[in-house]
């Protein structure tokens, strides 16, 4: 069975970090891009990361380049993501998606071929 499943959320003060975890079960991880797709509160969902397959290149948004650090382990067939500095306004569900191909290509939701059952980040004082 194809599993994402995605650890690591909870309550965190502003300026605090969290780091998430994303482990496959199923079929490698490391033959496709991941991403980790952002839904707040009573918005839509929206990609921050990506880490290729093919060269290992990496991508954020701009809501949070230079604070998020995705990477991955083959070994343990586990992506993560570093989350560092977190904002109020980075609560809400965190999702392990993984692409058709081996390229990041964008945070367009048909390019996701698998997605996690999500995880709760809740940054509040």
């Known amino acids: 069975q194809l599993q994402l499943v995605e650890s690591g959320g909870g309550l965190v003060q502003p300026g605090g970090s969290l780091r998430l975890s994303c482990a496959a079960s199923g079929f490698t991880l490391d033959y496709y891009a991941t991403g980790w797709f952002h839904q707040a509160p009573g918005k839509q969902r929206e990609g921050i990361s990506c880490?290729?397959?093919?060269?290992?290149?990496?991508t954020y948004a701009n809501s949070v380049k230079g604070r998020f650090t995705i990477s991955r382990d083959n070994a343990k067939n586990t992506v993560y993501l570093q989350m560092n500095s977190l904002k109020p306004e980075d609560t809400g569900v965190y999702y392990c998606?993984?692409?058709?191909?081996?390229?990041?290509?964008?945070?367009?939701?048909?390019?996701?071929?698998?997605w996690g059952q999500g995880t709760q980040v809740t940054v509040s004082s």
């Open positions: 998606a993984r692409y058709r191909h081996n390229y990041c290509s964008g945070y367009v939701l048909t390019e996701i071929g698998y």
């Open positions: 880490i290729s397959s093919s060269d290992g290149s990496t």
